[in-house]
């Protein structure tokens, strides 16, 4: 596609269910970066992923966290027994190989929000 | 641990003004980005800085990379309304792992 797109938007979640967060890169980008952006916390590093090597998983905060990505395109992140503390916009960005030091492409993100 | 710290962390000023915003390490990178983000979109990336000393010019926007290459300045002549925005620095490591971001700089400018 385009750009970077992300789904849903918008997430309201009851405390301790889970959700499941989308993101579809550009076309050809294979390397995609998931990001946590909470208010006044700057953008937090989740989890990166690059072709086919075996994802940087350093910055998932809990065993709650988990992301896979299909077919080297859309990941999916995933959030069990969701807390309050998780409340935040969540981020996906994509770079061609190699390229992530010049910058990324990022999505308009997922804001979640856990009641 | 990377740390990348940004200054001020809020601004508000009147249209015409000028301003700078910095953004300080003590660790050094090989290259170094900034990003303006609007509310309810993701951010977008506005330059990369890859040489110590390095200048960038985007129209009313001047960006600096220090000579050390461990902080960079991002100067604003004559601010307009539209750059009202969250400003971003982030920092990238030779390896090419994820970009490490500082926290940011909310601009605000009133006409």
């Known amino acids: 596609g385009a750009g970077v797109s992300q789904s849903p938007s918008n997430k309201v979640t009851e405390k301790g269910k889970d959700v499941e967060l989308r993101c579809d890169p550009i076309?050809?980008?294979?390397?995609l970066y998931w990001y946590r952006q909470s208010l006044g916390q700057g953008l937090e590093f989740l989890i990166y992923?690059?072709?086919?090597?075996?994802?940087?998983k350093s910055g998932l905060p809990s065993d709650r966290f988990s992301a896979e990505r299909t077919g080297g395109s859309v990941s999916t992140l995933t959030i069990q027994r969701t807390q309050q503390e998780d409340s935040a916009v969540y981020l996906c960005a994509s770079t061609e190989p190699g390229q992530g030091r010049y910058g990324y492409t990022f999505g308009s993100g997922t804001r979640l929000t856990v009641v | 641990t990377q740390l990348l710290e940004q200054s001020p962390q809020f601004l508000s000023i009147q249209e015409g003004e000028n301003l700078t915003v910095y953004c300080n390490s003590s660790s050094v990178f090989s290259s170094l980005q900034w990003y303006r983000q609007e509310p309810g979109e993701g951010p977008v990336l506005l330059v990369t800085?890859?040489?110590?000393?390095e200048v960038k010019k985007l129209k009313r926007l001047t960006f600096q990379f220090g000579d050390a290459r461990k902080d960079s300045s991002l100067h604003i002549t004559a601010a307009q309304p539209g750059d009202t925005g969250l400003y971003l620095c982030?920092?990238?490591?030779?390896?090419?792992?994820?970009?490490?971001f500082g926290k940011g700089t909310t601009l605000s400018v009133s006409s």
């Open positions: 982030a920092g990238g490591d030779q390896a090419g792992t994820a970009l490490i």
């Open positions: 076309s050809g980008h294979t390397a």
């Open positions: 992923f690059q072709g086919n090597s075996a994802p940087d």
């Open positions: 800085v890859v040489t110590g000393g």
